[in-house]
């Protein structure tokens, strides 16, 4: 059973069948067709031979086949690491050298590396780190620099880099030289392609065509774009007019290869190893826990490490380059009724053949198309009507999408992930070191205890319950003290005050030495502190300190047995307050009421 939970294969393969071979057979074909032209883009995208998006696209599946728990993610060369990977790769060396081929398998090895050690030590968690706002807006700033860089290929000019600014640059300097050759193919390959994603499969159905089948065949839309431009080229001779294409695809399976442990190089690719890992480990589960919810199926976040850590290394050792779950091929490959991971595995059994046989073909395949490929496939990573949902719903995560973005179009994908990771972190320090916190009172005819600022409550005069929102810790600490302290100042009177904390999961040490201090003080001012509803977890991290003993006051059960006890009258008049055989008129009764418009929340 344990070896079951670090070899999945183990449990899904015992109930193989010839009906899943024959649906994961068939996700496989289509995948595969999917997955051909999108490799060799990706691998362009990267700054690598076509062969390495190739590569990338055998071992690594076959190993995910094995440790992964999804079983309709397909793992491959995805878009964003790619980018990631050329920017990180390109500071070392330069692009089609040895080096940087090197380099990139380096990288593909650190990043296996650190997936594999989170998932064995199961810190999958660590990932939280990144929020979905920051993501959100680091996909669709790297889906925007993505399409703006590739668009050279598409017109045939020079240029190119790592921000906008610098790709702007490009264009202006080059704006000059557009091959037409290359922009005829170039835009016609994106009108097709833009096209088939919507129109051709309704084409296809309206001539007779059943609509799976159609399906199936608009999703080949790339394969065809890659086709009529090889046969364009040959026919015309594209090539000796200036069309700039992908030339000789070295046929064959995967070569053998071994990254470098060069310590220079490891320590420049550390901080871009982890950074492709979070991302690729963040985009990955993200799509594979929707995939698997559809199912009623479920996936183990830190196997999924371990399956992508695996998958990472064998690239690093079959020619590749880092790899994670793409969302499109995997919607598709679960469209297609894909029912275990081993549809992964024969997807690789067809690049496999594809790289074997096919390859020779490619030589006339134009740059041009790729891009054009490649552009496609991440338009719809960007989604700018993100940043006005999250303006509508909280200032705080706008901002950190709006950095996030903005950094990474201008500064580079690293500099805008870690810009919107500080922010993060620091707009969560802020809001939770004031802490929302609330007085209280009983709400008339029930046991129940509301703010008084938002609800019809009655409360006592000598008595003060203050509701605490947030675990207490290091950073809210003091809030809290000086929160009770304007209690204490604006009502005279008091005599009780009592910390009411069902939303208080964690009371930290700075935060019990706030408590203990102030205990003493509101001892000094003659008032008794109290606690109520304190949770089983936090009661026992009290019992090993002497605030308990120390404590002035009590620690109630519930809100009600505190209010009954400290102010029985009081307590027992609001209970009955709502029943006008006993209480006609609560103020006539002594009660000091807080009526306020009642409205939502508590």
């Known amino acids: 059973m344990k070896l079951a939970r670090y070899l999945p294969i183990l449990d899904w393969g015992r109930s193989y069948d010839a009906r899943a071979f024959s649906n994961d057979a068939l996700a496989a074909l289509i995948v595969t067709i999917m997955l051909i032209p999108q490799s060799l883009a990706y691998a362009m995208l990267a700054g690598l031979p076509p062969q390495a998006g190739l590569y990338a696209s055998i071992a690594p599946l076959v190993l995910y086949a094995v440790f992964g728990t999804s079983r309709a993610l397909a793992v491959g060369p995805v878009a964003v690491v790619s980018l990631l990977t050329a920017a990180s790769v390109g500071r070392i060396a330069e692009a089609g050298s040895l080096d940087y081929v090197t380099a990139a398998l380096t990288l593909a ?106 399906a199936m065949v608009s999703r080949a839309g790339p394969i065809l774009a890659v086709a009529v431009s090889i046969v364009a080229v040959e026919v015309f001779n594209l090539g000796a007019l200036g069309v700039a294409l992908v030339g000789e695809v070295p046929a064959g399976l995967p070569p053998f290869t071994v990254p470098s442990l060069n310590g220079e190089l490891v320590g420049a690719l550390l901080s871009s190893a982890a950074l492709i890992s979070i991302i690729g480990f963040v985009e990955s589960v ?107 719903y909280s200032l705080g995560d706008f901002a950190a999408m709006s950095a996030t973005i903005a950094l990474t179009l201008l500064l580079g994908v690293e500099a805008g992930v870690a810009a919107g990771v500080l922010i993060s972190l620091g707009l969560f320090l802020y809001r939770t070191s004031k802490p929302h916190s609330a007085l209280v009172g009983q709400v008339p005819g029930t046991q129940h205890f509301r703010n008084v600022d938002r609800h019809d409550v009655i409360t006592a005069p000598d008595v003060a319950t203050l509701r605490v929102d947030e675990s207490l810790y290091f950073a809210n600490a003091r809030y809290l003290e000086d929160r009770v ?22 009371i930290d040490f700075s935060a019990l030495e706030s408590l203990e201090s102030l205990n003493r003080r509101l001892k000094d001012g003659g008032v008794t502190l109290h606690l109520s ?54 103020e006539s009764a002594g009660l000091d009421r807080h009526q306020t418009t009642p409205g939502p929340g508590a």
């Open 485 to 506: 302290l304007a209690i204490l100042a604006a009502q005279p009177g008091l005599r009780h005050l009592i910390l009411m904390c069902p939303a208080v999961n964690e």
């Open 109 to 214: 090895f650190l990043s296996g590396v650190m997936l594999l050690t989170l998932g064995l030590f199961r810190l999958g968690f660590l990932a939280n780190f990144l929020s979905h706002p920051v993501i959100s807006g680091f996909i669709t700033a790297t889906g925007l620099l993505i399409a703006a860089g590739q668009v050279r290929h598409v017109i045939g000019i020079e240029g190119g880099g790592h921000t906008l600014i610098e790709i702007g640059r490009g264009f202006v300097e080059n704006a000059g030289n557009v091959e037409p050759y290359t922009l005829v193919i170039g835009v016609s390959a994106l009108g097709f392609l833009f096209w088939s994603r919507k129109g051709l499969a309704p084409l296809l159905r309206a001539v007779g065509m059943k609509p799976g089948v159609a």
């Open 286 to 392: 993200s799509v594979a826990q929707t995939l698997a919810a559809k199912k009623r199926q479920r996936i183990d976040p830190d196997q999924e490490l371990v399956g992508l850590g695996a998958a990472n290394i064998a690239a690093a050792f079959s020619g590749g380059y880092p790899v994670t779950g793409g969302f499109a091929r995997s919607v598709v490959n679960f469209d297609a009724g894909a029912q275990t991971p081993a549809a992964g595995a024969f997807t690789a059994v067809g690049i496999a053949i594809a790289a074997l046989v096919f390859t020779p073909l490619l030589a006339s395949l134009p740059n041009a198309v790729l891009a054009a490929t490649i552009i496609v496939a991440v338009v719809s990573l960007i989604d700018l009507g993100a940043l006005r949902r999250a303006y509508a």
């Open 533 to 586: 509803e304190v949770k089983g977890p936090v009661m026992d991290r009290l019992k090993r300190s002497h605030f308990l003993d120390d404590l002035t006051g009590e620690v109630f059960l519930s809100q009600y047995d505190a209010f009954r006890a400290l102010a029985p009258e009081t307590a027992q008049r609001a209970l009955d307050a709502r029943r006008p055989d006993i209480c006609p008129n609560a």
